[in-house]
């Protein structure tokens, strides 16, 4: 098949590349274990030999469970060489979260970390699929990392710029998951997005904390380019975070915002841990911009936000320096779009909005979805005259900074009023007293929807209900003061660390009475 000049390297290809320039240089680093560029490159040839002897080939999609470790990765990079696309299942997903994307992605192949022992072998009995490899020894399928020992196999690329590369589903915060396709090219598109708009440093250390599964994954083969290092670790606890930055001399790191709130909840540890940090990114949620001045002020000017979503991986961030505690009303924003990212903000009439008006945020670039997966009604009414409805309500500034202020579909409507929901919550942030707020529209018969907030008191306060209004009546007007308010213990999460709004909704909520996707 003949490739014009403008289609680019593969993901495949741009990975294996990578691989082939630094040699001894330590690619991956697991604990006590770690690999070499070379033999990561070597190893991903292996499996392949391994996977073909197994009957994966082009057009496949692939099914992966796996913690954060290196031979996960090198298997998804053999799957995509050999043609075969890709979709992760969240590790901190349920059986049902599992089963759902392993279904709907016709998958035909699993891939699955002996670390999840049982579940793993209950995935491997419910989701039926004729072929099971598993990284390491196991009671069921076949052993891939022993199959691909027994291999000598060159690493090749036979997939194609415009294939199906790999199949992401979303968070589900809303609704049941969707499935995002991209293929070679948009994958490609994307790491260079992050070589062109993110100040990594010079030699990265990257200290993977979040599944590379998802996000955090983004940010493993710019960080290969430039000849760093991947430091994964299996899970997220702040006292083995802290230990690892400090002894590995780790620079840069993602979290999202509910593992930024949990380090700096933690006491026992003091900025002199975290020196060698360089850039540390968050996103995949909204940051109360109290906690985000908190961290300026413990951590330092290290903090680069990432404002993007499962179909558009990456649109606006604000970096570095627009974190400055000079500059509060800047930590509100998600920042600049990035360079090779078009936005727009329409209104509902779909025209664009001058500056400082609120409307849906609209975006192209090439690393953008090509669509939802076996969902055309969707896609189409999602992209639309080549722009991609984020359903996020924003608004730029002068300088083009967007402005996230709600998702579309969480506003809450109150006598006859728009309620946006993340703004109650950042007021709410900001009291003294409040640890983490969310906010959510519950059935009124007066109202319609009266807006409603749970909260979780820091350690040692107190704080009445009538404090809090008052606290919000001053900051944002009556409109906005929550009618009723629900001390918890802790906000529910998703697997992916966002607060689970769909949970809260479900105790007011018959499913039928409130359609939110």
Not at 46 to 69: F, H, K, P, T, Y
Not at 274 to 279: G, I, P, R
Not at 468 to 483: C, D, E, F, M, Y
Request: charged share 20%.
């Amino acid at each position: 098949m003949r490739m014009d000049w403008h289609d680019g390297p593969t993901h495949a290809s741009f990975v294996l590349h990578a691989l082939a320039r630094f040699g001894e240089r330590t690619a991956f680093m697991a604990g006590k274990r770690a690999i070499s560029y070379s033999a990561a490159r070597d190893l991903i040839g292996r499996m392949q030999a391994a996977m073909v002897r197994a009957g994966i080939g082009r057009g496949d999609v692939i099914a992966g469970l796996s913690s954060n470790n290196f031979e996960a990765w090198c298997a998804g990079v053999a799957c995509n060489g050999l043609g075969a696309a890709t979709t992760s299942l969240h590790p901190h997903g349920s059986h049902q979260e599992h089963l759902d994307p392993n279904a709907d992605s016709g998958a035909t192949a699993l891939i699955l970390d002996t670390a999840f022992g049982d579940r793993a072998g209950q995935l491997c009995v419910d989701a039926s699929v004729p072929t099971t490899l598993v990284l390491g020894p196991a009671s069921f399928g076949k052993d891939l990392i022993a199959e691909a020992m027994d291999a000598s196999f060159s690493p090749k690329d036979l997939s194609r710029p415009n294939e199906l590369a790999i199949i992401n589903y979303t968070g589900g915060t809303t609704g049941r998951p969707k499935g995002v396709r991209r293929s070679h090219r948009e994958l490609t598109a994307g790491s260079i997005a992050v070589l062109a708009n993110f100040p990594l440093p010079k030699l990265p250390v990257y200290l993977a904390a979040a599944p590379i599964s998802h996000a955090a994954g983004m940010f493993i083969t710019p960080v290969l380019a430039r000849g760093g290092t991947v430091d994964l670790m299996s899970g997220f606890e702040p006292d083995a975070l802290i230990r690892r930055l400090h002894d590995s001399k780790a620079n840069m790191s993602l979290l999202v915002p509910s593992m930024i709130y949990a380090l700096l909840d933690h006491t026992t540890w003091s900025r002199a841990d975290l020196t060698s940090l360089e850039l540390l990114l968050y996103g995949a949620s909204p940051i109360a911009p109290s906690r985000l001045e908190e961290g300026l002020d413990r951590i330092g000017q290290v903090f680069c936000q990432l404002y993007g979503q499962t179909e558009c991986f990456g649109i606006a961030s604000l970096r570095p320096e627009d974190h400055s505690l000079a500059r509060p009303e800047l930590l509100a924003s998600a920042g600049h779009p990035l360079l090779d990212c078009e936005v727009c903000v329409l209104d509902d009439s779909g025209m664009m909005t001058e500056a400082g008006i609120k409307g849906e945020i609209c975006v192209r670039a090439p690393y953008a979805m090509q669509g939802y997966w076996n969902q055309p009604d969707l896609t189409a009414s999602t992209i639309k005259d080549g722009w991609m409805c984020t359903g996020d309500i924003g608004w730029q500034d002068e300088e083009e900074r967007l402005f996230i202020v709600d998702r579309k579909k969480e506003i809450v409507i109150s006598g006859g009023f728009n309620v946006f929901p993340s703004e109650v919550e950042n007021v709410l942030n900001a009291h003294p007293a409040i640890a983490g707020a969310a906010v959510i529209g519950v059935p009124d018969n007066r109202w319609g929807e009266a807006v409603k907030a749970y909260i979780v008191i820091r350690p040692g306060y107190s704080v009445s209900q009538d404090d809090l209004a008052s606290w919000v009546r001053s900051r944002k007007g009556p409109t906005h003061v929550p009618k009723s308010f629900e001390v918890v213990g802790q906000l529910p999460l998703t697997s992916v660390g966002k607060i689970d709004k769909k949970a809260l909704r479900s105790a007011w909520w018959d499913p039928s009475e409130r359609q939110v996707s």
